[in-house]
């Protein structure tokens, strides 16, 4: 199946910085891409659509001006975290859907984020 | 928007016996319904899926089945084994390319 990659798969920051997630489509050429959050023994919670070459669509109660979200190729989404703080500590995982038409959806390994 | 309910959240057997995990969804608009395995740490795995123009697909040991007009679908895992622990998400999608919307997960525990 279709390969979607995730980096960094750890990062830790300290509170009020800012930290850049990357997801890369590495077989296929995805329009679309999604971003999930993931707290401990939770589901995952959709924050965003990311569309190429468009604005990203939010969720409701998400905030777009703190994460940050660039589709600006049809192999790379990245989510920006800003001015990170504890309560954003999470397990942030991208997908994306493959190119068949199947709705497959196809996930990164995820970015575990601690803030400190 | 989608909702989609998922049941139980815990779920223990013994090796060798059959785990089924129940959801339902509330946008009857949805056509796509996959299951993903997640074991701890690591991505959700795509173990299968099922179409609204289907009732029933089975891979190996494990089956799924949807009932449109009630709005549910269930995972049936049989010849349960310790490898199956893990947590399984049921998710519901209304098209093609949109996002899925997961049920709150199960936790399988498979004991030898």
């Known amino acids: 199946g279709a390969v979607v990659s995730q980096h960094p798969s750890w990062v830790i920051c300290k509170s009020g910085t800012s930290v850049k997630i990357e997801c890369r489509s590495l077989?296929?050429?995805?329009?679309?891409m999604f971003w999930y959050r993931q707290f401990p023994k939770q589901s995952l919670m959709l924050m965003a659509t990311?569309?190429?070459?468009?604005?990203?669509?939010?969720e409701q109660g998400v905030e777009k001006d703190k994460f940050l979200i660039n589709h600006a190729s049809l192999t790379l989404s990245t989510l920006t975290v800003t001015s990170a703080h504890p309560e954003d500590s999470s397990f942030y995982i991208c997908?994306?859907?493959?190119?068949?038409?199947?709705?497959?959806?196809?996930f990164g390994a995820g970015t575990r984020l601690s803030v400190l | 928007g989608e909702n989609v309910e998922q049941h139980p959240s815990t779920l223990s057997v013994q090796e060798g016996d059959s785990a089924v995990i129940k959801c339902t969804y509330s946008d009857s608009a949805s056509n796509y319904f996959p299951w993903y395995k997640q074991e701890l740490g690591k991505r959700p795995q795509l173990i299968i899926d099922i179409r609204s123009n289907v009732g029933e697909k089975k891979d190996q040991r494990i089956a799924v089945t949807l009932n449109k007009t009630a709005k549910h679908f269930s995972l049936h895992i049989t010849e349960t084994q310790p490898e199956d622990s893990a947590v399984y998400f049921c998710?519901?999608?209304?098209?093609?390319?949109?996002?899925?919307?997961f049920g709150k997960g199960t936790t399988l525990s498979v004991s030898s």
């Open positions: 997908s994306a859907t493959d190119p068949t038409g199947k709705n497959i959806q196809y």
């Open positions: 998710a519901a999608s209304s098209q093609a390319g949109t996002a899925l919307i």
């Open positions: 077989d296929f050429q995805a329009t679309t």
């Open positions: 990311s569309n190429e070459g468009s604005k990203a669509t939010y």
